[in-house]
């Protein structure tokens, strides 16, 4: 039965009716589309996979889907369970791609939220279903099991024994029959499909296992003697399962963070008439330029600004930022952040796909569909890997027949399951599947996961100055008094009551200087002259000036003005001088100093003037500076860093930084910059906070230093035992116990890196 979720999810249709996916209303929520080259209409769409548990499977979809006539591009990433799809829709539907994944023997829905929310949680409770029955079958089958292993010989008779096996046997059907099926399921299309994943020697482990026992319970002197080992197989289906739900478990946190952050907008808003009166409208029907009222407690519809009303917003979905920020008329606000204190009036200026909520989510369904180096080659050697583990079982099979019949078969199951690559193919995914949403709760959105390996090598940050490491306003350095007995502060006062009147940068930064001072001066005639400055007259008629020195008074020397100062005075010259600067982040010199710490080099490119890239360097400490600089001295500059063998991380906002971002090895850009520099970098920065670079370079480091160790734990483990299988040392129920084991060490290892520093100081 097809069941309506919300006005923006998507109908999910029957296995009878897949037509509900082709209507453009359904597509909007998981489908985007975009003119490719020679004007020809794509369309990109996302599903969430269901029944996929390793990388041959992701494979597998793969080929089912660019099998499809008019499909461009799939993507599909085993450790979340998403696939992207890019098609023509003048040659196929959403319908069939959908039919194509069923095809393949797995599941699949459009990734919108509610839909994909259902599916992923329907999976997990069936999922903790199987672990339930198989750890209950186990504790029992174990409990049956123990006498055999802690008697004495003559302590329990042939009788009691042989009921002790057959309670062994029921209670390992539910385990074979339920509880295993994922595996049995993966293994049958990885063979439908002439291809090799790693639930194939788990499910021949597993199957054999049971008959051999079972031969075993009913003919004690046949073939298969007369050792049973139900607890093993239950043992290593129990812990194999463990493993499987924690992974899942992790796949699920990353998509409610990122789902958490789409489905906060509203259903309907309330929308301002010309006349004043007020309408409630579907958020659809909203356009720019169209003046909202936001309550307390309501998300924000769409990206604008405040026109009316003073309140805190939670942007922490959105930006990584724990504490509320505090908007007021003129402040921007971002659609999805929640308005927390009181009614605001807005004006909406982007919505839907526009909006900076849209593009994060866009952003990170991007990154988490893609297969980093590292997991690539992950798989490359789990499938050779795979046809070696039968080749071994295989033989010593063969050569245990010989030396001892009974324990041929038992040899070949220990081999099989101590083998299983489990652990080798999640020591990379678990991994940076977890370090990505770590780094997402925190503000930081890796484009590219790859980014992260190339992180950890870095050696030299180099940074962009205006937008960057300064905000787009100036601030007050100095206050110089240039007549004796003239007070600092009552200039300061007098100035700013003037330069109120204004709204030119360099007067807002005197009004925020003096916001605590006050003057009672009145002006008239105020006139504010291009490129010079203000002029107006006091309450006894004389004219005052604020603005450049030559303007001001002619006679004050660069000395007593420097570039880029406010002069203020009247008609008998200047009385005052305002020495300006840029402000810097209110984070950047401790970021600076984290990275320093890292022992990273620093380096400024700035298209500013020399002079006042040099005065920012030398406040931040940084010593390697490079002012004027154009787009191509700035892209010059860092290939030549290059060419001396660093490895060099770009931090810029702005569209001049575009080449430089893309030539850099990692690259850097707030979420507020350009666009195409924020497309164009590996890792965007949701927040204002510079620190998130250093945090970044930490995760990275720490999360390949995970990726090592699991990868090094897997080697060591199938060094130590396979020959122990080989030679007959391991029993299967030892082998369950050492590969399951294996698989939760590298799952929990992983899981550790989703933990980042940031986290670590707000607990």
């Known amino acids: 039965m097809a069941s309506v979720l919300t006005e923006r999810a998507v109908v999910v249709p029957a296995d009878a009716d897949l037509r509900a996916l082709d209507d453009p209303l359904n597509q909007a929520s998981f489908t985007t589309f975009a003119q490719a080259q020679g004007g020809v209409r794509e369309a990109t769409s996302q599903f969430r ?12 979809i793969e080929d089912a889907l660019q099998g499809v006539d008019g499909v461009k591009e799939a993507r599909v990433h085993s ?7 890019r098609w023509d829709p003048q040659r196929t539907r959403a319908s069939a791609l959908v039919e194509a994944v069923r095809r393949a023997g797995y599941g699949a829905v459009p990734d919108a939220a509610a839909s994909a929310r259902a599916q992923r949680e329907a999976e997990q409770r069936k999922a903790l279903w199987r672990l339930f029955v198989a750890g209950f079958c186990m504790m029992q089958v ?22 002790l096996q057959w309670a062994s046997w029921v209670l390992s059907l539910p385990v074979l029959l339920f509880s295993a099926g994922p595996f049995f399921s993966g293994a049958w299309n990885s063979l439908k499909h002439r291809r090799l994943g790693m639930d194939v020697p788990v499910s021949l482990g597993i199957v054999v296992t049971f008959v051999a026992s079972s031969g075993a319970t009913f003919d004690p002197g046949g073939v298969f003697g007369h050792e049973v080992y139900f607890d093993s197989l239950t043992m290593f289906v129990f812990f194999l399962l463990g493993g499987r739900w924690l992974e899942a478990r992790a796949r699920h946190k990353v998509a409610l963070s990122l789902e958490a952050g789409a489905a906060r907008l509203p259903d309907s808003v309330e929308r301002l008439r010309a006349d004043g009166s007020t309408e409630v409208v579907a958020l659809g029907r909203l356009a720019s330029g169209d003046r909202v009222r936001v309550k307390a407690g309501q998300a924000f519809p769409a990206d604008g600004v405040l026109l009316e009303g003073r309140s805190l917003a939670d942007e922490a979905l959105l930006t990584g930022e724990s504490e509320p920020v505090a908007k007021q008329p003129g402040d921007e606000v971002v659609a999805g952040s929640l308005n927390l204190r009181a009614p605001v009036l807005m004006q909406v200026l982007r919505l839907g796909e526009d909006t900076r909520q849209a593009g994060i989510v866009a952003l990170m369904r991007s990154a988490l569909t893609q297969r980093p180096r590292l997991v690539q080659q992950a798989e490359r050697i789990a499938g050779p890997f795979l046809w070696t583990v039968l080749a071994l079982a295989a033989g010593a099979a063969a050569v245990w027949s010989v030396i001892d019949p009974s324990r041929a078969i038992w040899v070949a199951v220990s081999v099989l399951i101590v083998t299983c690559p489990c652990a080798l193919s999640l020591a990379a995914p678990s991994a940076l599947l977890a370090a990505t949403g770590g780094l997402a709760r925190r503000g930081v959105l890796l484009q590219r996961i790859e980014s992260l390996e190339g992180l950890a090598g870095v050696d030299t940050v180099v940074f962009d100055k205006t937008g960057t490491l300064t905000l787009d ?23 700013a009551s003037l330069a109120a009147l204004s709204s030119h940068p360099a007067s807002r930064a005197l009004v925020e200087a003096a916001a605590a001072a006050s003057a009672d001066a009145v002006w008239s005639d105020v006139e504010e002259h291009p490129g010079q400055g203000l002029e107006a007259r006091d309450a006894a008629g004389q004219r005052w000036r604020l603005g450049r020195r030559e303007w001001v008074d002619a006679g004050l020397t660069a000395g007593q003005a420097p570039e880029g100062s406010l002069c203020f005075g009247g008609e008998r010259g200047a009385v005052a001088v305002f020495v300006l600067r840029e402000t810097l982040r209110g984070d950047a010199e401790a970021a600076l100093a984290q990275l320093r710490a890292q022992g990273l080099k620093l380096a400024m490119l700035s298209g500013d003037a020399p ?7 030398q406040r931040l400490g940084i010593a390697d500076v490079r002012g004027g600089a154009t787009p191509s001295d700035k892209l010059a500059a860092v290939a030549a860093w290059q060419a001396e063998g660093r490895r060099v991380a770009m931090v810029g906002d702005g569209l001049n930084d575009a080449p430089v971002l893309a030539r850099a090895d990692v690259s850097f850009a707030f979420a507020h910059g350009s666009a195409v520099a924020r497309s164009g970098a590996d890792v965007v920065l949701l927040g204002d906070r510079l620190a998130d670079v250093a945090l970044a370079r930490t995760q990275s480091q720490r999360t390949l230093r995970v990726i090592r160790q699991n990868l090094a734990w897997a080697a060591l483990y199938n060094a130590a035992c396979v020959p122990l299988a080989l030679v007959g040392w391991l029993p299967p129920w030892a082998a369950g116990i050492g590969m399951a084991s294996s698989s939760l060490l590298v799952v929990l290892n992983a899981l550790r890196v989703a933990r980042t520093d940031g986290d670590e100081r707000q607990d």
């Open 611 to 617: 002079e006042r890239a040099a005065a920012l360097a």
């Open 142 to 163: 174990m409990m049956y099991a123990t006498p055999a292993y802690v008697s004495e010989p003559g302590d329990i008779t042939p009788d009691m024994l042989r009921l």
């Open 79 to 85: 450790s979340t369970a998403l696939a992207l799809v």
């Open 473 to 495: 306003r100036l601030e007050l350095a100095e206050t110089r008094v240039l007549q004796e007995g003239v007070d600092a502060a009552s200039m300061l006062a007098r100035a």
């Open 49 to 60: 996979i269901s029944g996929m548990y390793c990388a041959a499977c992701a494979g597998l």
